[in-house]
């Protein structure tokens, strides 16, 4: 998948989740915990990603990106 298309799915799920978060609100050098998510949270918006884009990646594999463009770029990697 692109960088875009990944970025758009990534936003998606973020705002399902973190409905008060505007798509267009959430910068690449944003932390989850930045945008207000909880540890809940941003477990649930891993699993939705993975489901969404197909991904086997290990939950582990996400806990040290540091924002959502490193976010995004791991999952463009996982999904290629």
Known sequence: MSDEAV???VH??????LPAVPADRIPGGAHLRDLGADSIDRVEIIMALRERLGVDAPLAGFS?????????????????
Do not use: F
């Not at 040290?64 to 290629?80: F, G, K, Q, S």
């Open 7 to 9: 970025r758009r799915v």
């Open 12 to 17: 998606e799920v973020i705002t399902e989740i």
């Open 64 to 80: 040290d990106l540091p924002d959502i463009d490193h976010l995004v770029a791991y999952l463009c990697e996982v999904t290629a």
